[in-house]
């Protein structure tokens, strides 16, 4: 779970961030912008987060706040998984990223996986939405996050890495390399795995 103090701190980002959406008198805005700033501080203090930055990336949310949704491709092929090495932290995690907006879900994840793999998938089934503050994620994140993961079936495509990527393959379960946990978990892909043996397909969620 995470920090009390994050969770302080991203209600009152929240609170902020609906105030200056939804305020139209400038003297409570500019509370709000306090606020907001508060939040930013809070995070800095605890981590090596930029408060500068925090506040810009804070500011740059609109609307009313919501989880933010992420979106991870689950794809086998002869018995192994299809991983892909990130270059941030030169370890490996299922295909996937944020959610754009003006897609559905299968359109998010199956462009995805091209963009960071080089296969042409198709989504056939949601196998897991995940909080990913309860699966222990880590490390926290600004935010609240919430994990759409999407069983996958390669129809096209070769290996291919883009510019967020620097390796493709495919694992057996015994043999996973060191995992970007900011992304995915062991267990999270043990359960995948497990589904795949089986061929029960049951949809997880929390």
């Known amino acids: 779970m995470i920090p009390e103090w994050l969770r302080w701190a991203r209600e009152l980002q929240s609170i902020a961030q609906n105030g200056i959406t939804f305020s139209q008198n400038e003297f409570e805005i500019e509370r709000y912008h306090t606020i907001l700033d508060i939040s930013a501080q809070m995070i800095a203090l605890h981590s090596d987060a930029d408060k500068d930055t925090l506040v810009k990336m804070f500011i740059e949310q609109a609307g009313y706040a919501t989880p933010k949704i992420d979106v991870r491709g689950v794809a086998f092929r002869d018995n192994k998984i299809l991983l892909v090495k990130e270059k941030a932290d030169g370890r490996w995690t299922l295909p996937g990223g944020w959610a754009d907006p003006n897609e559905t879900p299968s359109q998010s994840i199956e462009r995805e996986v091209f963009e960071e793999s080089g296969y042409k998938v198709r989504a056939v089934k949601l196998l897991a939405l995940y909080d990913r503050d309860a699966q222990g994620h880590f490390p926290p994140y600004p ?22 990527t620097d390796g493709v393959d495919f694992f057996e379960e015994n043999d996973i390399p060191p995992l970007s946990e900011a992304r995915v978990r062991l267990h999270q892909l043990n359960h995948f795995f497990s589904q795949y043996r089986t061929g029960k397909w049951e949809t997880a969620f929390d």
């Not at 935010?143 to 967020?164: D, M, P, V």
């Open 143 to 164: 935010f609240h996050i919430y994990k759409a993961f999407f069983l996958c079936e390669i129809y096209g495509g070769e290996r291919q890495t883009s510019n967020e």
